[in-house]
């Protein structure tokens, strides 16, 4: 089992900054490939970033590339997600998830992720 709980989530203006963080416990998250999704109000939970276990390979939604970044540390066992020029549209509750990827297409797909932590709320203000 791998519990995740995030952190560093708040209130924003727009064009403002917020780093989320991740950590993990439970077990090492260096075999797991991690992701960041969010979820605004009533719409359905969608993949931001993902990098694998070595931090190698990333994987950023065209809605946040340029702007987001996604990072790990393994002797941490932390995973985190930079978030630079914000927009009310990034507005949401995000979630990190562990994930054992197998292909590529995994890194973006909700039902590869195995486990999941509670959220924290981004809100950014016009």
């Known amino acids: 089992q791998v519990q995740l709980v995030e952190s560093g989530g708040g209130l924003v203006q727009a064009g403002g900054s917020l780093r989320l963080s991740c950590a993990a416990s439970g077990r090492a998250l260096n075999k797991y490939a991690m992701g960041w999704f969010r979820q605004p109000p009533g719409r359905e939970r969608e993949c931001v970033a993902a990098?694998?276990?070595?931090?190698?390979?990333?994987y950023y939604a065209d809605s946040v590339k340029g702007r987001f970044t996604i990072s790990r540390d393994n002797a941490k066992n932390t995973v985190y997600l930079r978030m630079n020029s914000l927009r009310p549209e990034d507005t949401a509750v995000y979630f990190c998830?562990?994930?054992?990827?197998?292909?590529?297409?995994?890194?973006?797909?909700?039902?590869?992720?195995?486990?999941w932590g509670q959220g924290t709320q981004v809100t950014v203000s016009s």
């Open positions: 990098i694998s276990w070595s931090g190698v390979t990333t």
């Open positions: 998830a562990a994930a054992v990827v197998s292909k590529s297409s995994d890194y973006y797909s909700l039902s590869a992720y195995e486990y």
